[in-house]
């Protein structure tokens, strides 16, 4: 049963550019959560999907954007891209209330020079 | 709104001592609990959770956490700590009533084994 998948591992961008990030839940899931993790931060929630639609968001600007796609992968866009983008993104995969247990990728690491 | 606080950011503590990290929370209603672990260039990984029922919860790798729900407090603890624990411990709450909640998380603490 594979788990929660993340692709690219590593990603250097530079400023101003705009970066994918992929992400596949585990098998029978069908929310995703995406988290982005500074050097030395907790994760701080980004935003959700369920049914292909952004459900709910944290405090975050609307350069960073994502999709569900109807097999429950999805991705995170991030546009113009801010040297404090440089952080670990984390995706995060749970079956029926989001809120009660979430699985974690290992991440991809962005550095933005 | 949810917030968790992390008292310590860092612990350390030598191999085979008992370890307490401790963690207290804010919230308007009734929450669910975790603790998860991250090691060095990995994701998170689940520890324990509490969602109901007795507040004394056991999780992976020799590790319980207790909720006190007077005191605002999940504390984890484990009787006798190893080399392998070395890591990022988070403390996360979630009011988890539905759907469309969300996860936050403390700040972390390092947890460091002394030999």
């Known amino acids: 049963d594979a788990g929660v998948t993340q692709s690219p591992t590593h990603l250097i961008k530079t400023r101003g550019q705009q970066v994918t990030l992929r992400c596949s839940p585990k098998?029978?899931?069908?929310?995703v959560s995406w988290y982005q993790q500074a050097l030395g931060q907790g994760p701080q929630f980004i935003f959700q999907y369920y049914e292909e639609e952004e459900r709910q968001r944290g405090n975050f600007p609307d350069r960073f954007s994502g999709h569900q796609f109807p097999n429950y992968s999805s991705e995170l866009n991030v546009n113009a891209l801010l040297l404090g983008d440089s952080a670990l993104y984390l995706c995060?995969?749970?079956?029926?209330?989001?809120?009660?247990?979430?699985?974690f990728g290992p991440g991809t690491r962005l550095t933005v020079t | 709104a949810q917030s968790v606080t992390q008292l310590d950011s860092q612990v350390p503590v030598f191999e085979e001592a008992p370890v307490e990290l401790r963690c207290n929370y804010s919230s308007s209603v009734s929450v669910y609990l975790f603790w998860y672990v991250q090691y060095p260039n990995q994701g998170l990984q689940l520890l324990l959770k509490y969602l109901s029922g007795s507040t004394l919860v056991k999780g992976i790798n020799g590790f319980e956490a207790e909720f006190n729900k007077s005191q605002t407090s999940f504390h984890l603890r484990k009787p006798s700590v190893h080399i392998s624990d070395t890591a990022e411990y988070f403390c996360?709450?979630?009011?988890?009533?539905?759907?469309?909640?969300?996860?936050?998380f403390g700040k972390g603490t390092r947890l460091h084994i002394l030999p």
């Open positions: 098998s029978g899931h069908d929310t």
């Open positions: 995060a995969s749970s079956l029926g209330l989001a809120g009660r247990e979430q699985y």
């Open positions: 996360a709450v979630s009011e988890g009533r539905n759907r469309d909640d969300k996860i936050i």
